[in-house]
């Protein structure tokens, strides 16, 4: 693998020279000569430098196309290579919080049982808090949730963003108004997933601009599922902080719809875990193949 290649993929990701230095562990001079010499080979400027600013130019967008599928098949190669020397028997316990094991992780267990048919995986549903629990107990190898509680035996690998967005059932009242206020918020009837929840504590910190704490707010339920969630708003005036990933459907067939909240915008990370140290095998390759179905890396 040509090195200068994936300095070139880290710059144009962070679009920041300092940044890819640090992230790839070499000096920024260093950044600055890989950068030089693909721009020589290739007779082109592949970045506009404009003080500490740069940009990246129509040859460079054409080289970070190139350079992503060239990549994507290295992880293939190393990903299927790997399927060759380790043990493909076992069994492998995951644990996932809901949003994750209903809409984000089916896709990642079925292109995994396809190279490993031989591995017996099970799959644990729970909130962050009981994923984490599990982890700790050694109940699971892995784990995969929604937000972070920092755990000192626990490594947390960013995994895939995430919005939480406020829904309501399609003919609400409240789809009316062109953006709800911190005022609508209180007067609000919500639905609410139960303490533990890794999406209440996502909530919970983006509402401190407001000023406004969960208590302030009219919780008329806490469940324990999205599912449950989404059924109880089509058969009420509530609403919900919702993960975009659990309402393609919904939206799509008109049963629910987003409401604007004025200058709130709730984003996280989901998080792949695992015991501090070096995984196991098996675990190994499992996170391996979620990242590379998401073209991320480790």
Do not use: W
Not at 119 to 135: F, M, S
């Amino acid at each position: 693998m040509d090195f200068r290649l994936k300095v070139f993929l880290t710059v144009a990701n962070r679009l920041s020279f300092t940044k890819a230095a640090t992230e790839l562990y070499i000096t920024q001079p260093a950044v600055s000569k890989h950068i030089q010499e693909l721009e020589e080979e290739y007779k082109i400027k592949l970045f506009d430098r404009n003080g500490s600013k740069i940009s990246i130019t129509q040859a460079g967008l054409l080289l970070l196309r190139h350079a992503k599928n060239v990549f994507e098949i290295y992880r293939e190669i190393d990903f299927d290579m790997s399927t060759l020397i380790q043990e493909q028997r076992g069994l492998l316990r995951i644990g996932a919080s809901t949003t994750i094991s209903q809409y984000i992780i089916p896709p990642v267990l079925a292109r995994f049982h396809q190279k490993l048919q031989d591995v017996k995986v099970t799959l644990r549903n729970g909130n962050t808090e009981q994923i984490e629990k599990a982890l700790l107990d050694k109940e699971i190898e892995i784990g995969i949730v929604e937000g972070q509680s920092k755990n000192q035996a626990i490594k947390y690998i960013p995994f895939l963003k995430d919005e939480l967005v406020l829904v309501c059932k399609r003919d609400h009242i409240l789809g009316l108004k062109s953006q709800i206020t911190k005022n609508d918020l209180l007067t609000m009837h919500f639905l609410m997933r139960e303490q533990g929840s890794g999406t209440l504590e996502v909530i919970e910190y983006a509402l401190k601009p407001f000023a406004i704490t969960l208590d302030q707010l009219i919780i008329e339920m806490q469940l324990g599922s999205t599912e449950s969630i989404k059924s109880y708003l089509m058969n009420s005036n509530c609403v919900a902080f919702i993960s975009i990933h659990a309402i393609e459907k919904e939206l799509k067939n008109n049963e629910l719809m987003i409401l604007d909240v004025k200058n709130l915008m709730i984003e996280r990370n989901f998080y792949i875990i695992n015991l501090q140290g070096k995984p196991a095998a098996l675990p190994e390759l499992f996170i391996k193949n979620i990242l590379n179905h998401y073209n991320l890396k480790l």
